[in-house]
């Protein structure tokens, strides 16, 4: 009994982090596709200052996450927390910023000639939308959604990322 109690255990810890990794992408998917909008629109000839912007923004999110998580948890065990645990929030919300390196990394391309700013930019924009897809498709997975549900989790997804693109085409034409 003790095995198939601690297995359950197991597996509702590891659906835990899964779920917190999942929240984590979608969320810093959303933050950076954000700020790419916001920057293509101040800087449009700057992908790079873009993609320093999309960082430092992400890391600015995550210290905020791993500090209000960290006394939330003080708060509700009513104990102050050791660096060990403030270490394991930190890498529970890491997915934050992870979300952002492949934003990241096509607005560096940009930034290096690779592509022009403006291609940077869609390309940014596309990839996190495509993020947000697979991520919306994954979660479906996990939860054994059937077609109609997972077709209406992905379309929620892509529908925040569409919504951020509508702003960029609406701010860019303004």
Partial sequence: ??????????AGLAAEIRGER??????GTIVALSVVVAGAKAYPDGPGHVA???????GVFWLAHVYS???????????????EEVRKIARREASLVGAAVPL???????E??????????????ALGLIVLATQG???ARIERL????TITVVTLNVGLGLLLVGLKILVSHH
């Fill in 112 to 125: 290096l000639g690779v592509f022009d700013a403006a291609t940077a930019f869609w390309i940014a924009l």
């Fill in 146 to 149: 059937g077609p109609l549900a």
């Fill in 52 to 58: 320093a912007l999309v960082a430092i923004t992400s």
């Fill in 69 to 83: 998580f960290s006394l939330a948890e003080s708060v509700a065990h009513e104990e102050h927390l050791s660096f």
């Fill in 137 to 139: 498709v994954v979660f």
């Fill in 1 to 10: 009994m003790a095995a198939v109690e601690q297995s359950e255990n197991g």
């Fill in 22 to 27: 999942l929240a984590g992408v979608i969320y």
């Fill in 104 to 110: 990241v990394a096509v607005l560096l391309l940009g």
